[in-house]
């Protein structure tokens, strides 16, 4: 514990670290992974005691690290030593990292991995010291990909920070990418560039991603997270993940899969967050299921996992039962909006609204919990037809937790481009595009119309009230009724009392008085510290306030002993009559010529089955 920074990884046996009479000790190379976190609205670092999800760019890049250390890729007389921080859960001190290097002979690579827009402005800030002590920087990510994938010119931040010095690396560090930065790194000559955009990487047998029981038990219930897949083949105008991760689909193998299990597992980890864009769409995903299911029956692993699916998966036969036998308990999807015309300007033409009910109540056959997402602030959008829509929302679908996002030309998506290029204006400040703040006009709604639509759909949808029908629901269908009131209780808690996304969320935010954003003035310590502490203080009574009352309405539900025969619009079979009835479909915009579409397909569908 002498040094914080010192990994779990790089510890080793002191009586074995000593080199035999006459020899030389091995020279030693520090390679520093830091997922740096956003500034708050006060400008500080965004860091927590407890985060929510761990960064899987962190474990993909930990685990290739510990690979070419195992592989001695600097020579054998080098001892490669890393270090992984995540600065969600984790203060960043620079002079202490600094140090550790100069004493260890001042080789290293600062590495600022899965660096998103949102956080660029903090990580070209968090390299300066590193820079100024004349360490090698690199930093990657979807920011720096998705401008160089989508943009025909360097934008004048990326241009800024290589200016000063930081290295790019742009697409994906398997296939002995990570070797090259870490060679130039040691012989002190990185490139201004590396791009491997549009050479995507096989991820089959690549080392697996895995962080240190020290890391993952930095977030709340100590959950980590891998990928079995990455690329999607749809073309959704906000997504930039289709031009960095490529709209071809690549895999793990099954052996991969219990690779990252079994490991995980020898630490105490058995919660995933699978980050697959869309888990239902991995051609393996039979195989990959039935390998979960193995390792839970035969080796008795109790895996949680929460996976992301489309709108569509409930058709792809055994999917969800496999699912589900697989340890998948929560799912989420993204139903992006509940107007088809609306959709139609995404490209999210895969998401019909007709399969909505049908899917949800599929999932809703297992204990298993439900979380949207909804886009606010799409073209056809207007503040009465929001309201009106989370209305239906509430009444109509099976959905435990919704989290409501900004409509945000992230850099790397096609929305991003075109915009850029066109001239329009858009916020200045990359902080701001976590899709949690508006960054641009709107074409029918004014700013405050849109902000306020935005702030109001947090709590119309997390209003006591609907809480408590939610809680009903999930009895009533035998659902996971912990986790269910726990998710209210933190969706509800940080938008609509702090301004935050819940997924940004944690417990305990710790600040550094004398880490705040440089263009911000430095409190004094006398008005840093009380407001810090009062804050802290009335923000964890306020949500104790909100657990104890969600405890309190549980229990109210649970004493009633016809709590199972509790039924309402939203978890009723759904039915033909349904299309005649439901706002879904009757009062959304384009709802009626879904409903026809839908009728025509399931007319055209036997005579498909004879051709």
Same mark, same amino acid.
């Given at each position: 514990?002498a ?10 046996n002191p ?11 091995p020279?030693?190379?520090h390679?520093?992974l830091i ?12 860091v ?9 760019s ?23 030593r ?5 600065e ?23 590495a ?13 800030d968090?390299?300066?010291?590193f820079?100024?002590a ?5 930093l ?15 934008t004048?931040?990326?241009?800024a ?7 790019l ?14 060679r !130039? %790194?040691?012989?002190n *000559?990185?490139?201004? /560039?590396? $791009?491997?955009?549009?050479q ?5 047998? @690549?080392p ?19 990928d079995?897949?990455?690329g999607?083949p ?6 930039t993940i ?9 895999f793990?193998t099954t ?8 490991e995980? !597992? %020898?630490q105490?980890? *058995?919660?995933?967050f /699978?980050? $697959? ?6 051609q393996n995903?039979? @195989?990959?299921f039935?390998?979960l299911i193995r390792?839970?029956e035969?080796q008795?692993i109790?895996?949680e996992?929460?996976v ?21 308990n929560?799912?989420f999807?993204?139903l992006e ?11 999210k033409?895969?998401?019909?609204i007709?399969d909505y ?10 204990p ?31 959905i ?20 850029y290029?066109?001239?329009e204006w ?10 949690n ?16 639509a935005?702030?109001?759909m947090?709590?119309?949808y ?6 408590t ?5 999930a ?16 969706y ?22 004398l ?6 003035p ?14 802290e ?8 306030r909100?657990?104890?009352?969600m ?17 309402d619009?939203?978890?009723t079979?759904p039915?033909?009559?349904d ?10 915009r ?20 004879v051709?």
């Amino acid at each position: 514990m002498a040094n914080r920074y010192h990994s779990m990884t790089a510890i080793v046996n002191p009586a074995m670290d000593k080199p035999p009479t006459g020899q030389r000790p091995p020279e030693v190379f520090h390679l520093v992974l830091i997922t740096p976190t956003k500034y708050d609205e006060d400008g500080y670092p965004l860091v927590w005691w407890r985060s929510v999800l761990p960064s899987n760019s962190l474990a993909a890049l930990n685990g290739l690290g510990r690979d070419c250390r195992d592989r001695h890729v600097l020579g054998q007389d080098v001892e490669i030593r890393l270090t992984a921080i995540d600065e969600a859960n984790r203060l960043v001190r620079p002079k202490q990292i600094i140090e550790m290097v100069q004493r260890d002979g001042g080789r290293c690579l600062i590495a600022l991995v899965g660096v998103q827009s949102n956080q660029f402005p903090r990580a070209v800030d968090l390299a300066q010291p590193f820079l100024a002590a004349g360490l090698p920087v690199c930093l990657g990510g979807f920011h720096v990909s998705g401008c160089f994938a989508m943009l025909p010119e360097t934008t004048p931040e990326i241009q800024a920070a290589m200016d000063q010095g930081i290295s790019l690396f742009l697409g994906e560090a398997e296939e002995g990418r990570l070797d090259e930065i870490l060679r !130039d %790194a040691y012989e002190n *000559r990185l490139k201004p /560039v590396y $791009d491997y955009l549009g050479q995507l990487p096989t991820i089959a047998g @690549a080392p697996i991603p895995i962080l240190d029981e020290e890391d993952i038990k930095r977030t709340m219930g100590w959950i980590s997270s891998f990928d079995v897949g990455r690329g999607c083949p749809y073309k959704c105008s906000f997504c930039t993940i289709i031009n960095v991760h490529g709209r071809k689909s690549r895999f793990r193998t099954t052996a991969d899969l219990e690779r990252i299990v079994l490991e995980n !597992d %020898a630490q105490g980890i *058995r919660q995933f967050f /699978v980050t $697959d864009d869309n888990l239902a769409r991995n051609q393996n995903w039979s @195989a990959l299921f039935d390998t979960l299911i193995r390792l839970r029956e035969e080796q008795g692993i109790k895996l949680e996992l929460s996976v992301q699916v489309d709108t569509r998966c409930h058709q792809i036969p055994g999917f969800i039962d496999k699912a589900a036998a697989a340890g998948v308990n929560t799912v989420f999807i993204g139903l992006e909006n509940i107007n088809p015309d609306n959709l139609e300007t995404t490209g999210k033409a895969q998401n019909r609204i007709t399969d909505y009910r049908e899917m949800l109540l599929a999932w809703k056959r297992h204990p298993v919990t439900i979380c949207a997402g909804y886009i606010v602030g799409l073209p056809f959008d207007t503040k009465e037809s929001l309201m009106r829509d989370v209305e239906i929302i509430k009444r109509e679908l099976a959905i435990d937790h919704i989290f409501f996002t900004m409509l945000t030309p992230l850099p790397g998506s096609a929305d991003h481009a075109r915009i850029y290029q066109s001239g329009e204006w858009m916020d200045p400040d990359l902080t701001r595009y976590n899709t949690n703040f508006r960054v641009i006009h709107h074409p029918r709604m004014t700013d405050e119309e849109w902000d306020d639509a935005y702030r109001e759909m947090w709590r119309r949808y997390y209003s006591w009230d609907h809480m408590t029908r939610m809680l009903k629901r999930a009895h009533a269908l035998r659902g996971d009724i912990r986790k269910t009131r726990n998710y209210l209780g933190w969706y509800h808690h940080f938008p609509i009392n702090l301004g935050l996304h819940p997924l940004e969320g944690g417990l305990v935010q710790l600040r550094s008085r004398l880490d705040r954003r440089p263009t911000l003035p430095r409190e004094h310590p006398l008005v840093f510290y009380p407001k810090y502490f009062f804050r802290e203080a009335r923000d964890m009574l306020t949500f104790w306030r909100i657990v104890r009352r969600m405890r309190r309405i549980d229990a109210r539900i649970a004493a009633d002993p016809e709590r199972f025969a509790y039924r309402d619009e939203a978890i009723t079979p759904p039915s033909e009559q349904d299309f005649d009835d439901l706002a879904l479909y009757q009062d959304t915009r384009g709802g009626r010529e879904a409903v026809a579409k839908a009728a025509e397909r399931k007319a055209a569908a036997p005579r498909r089955r004879v051709a």
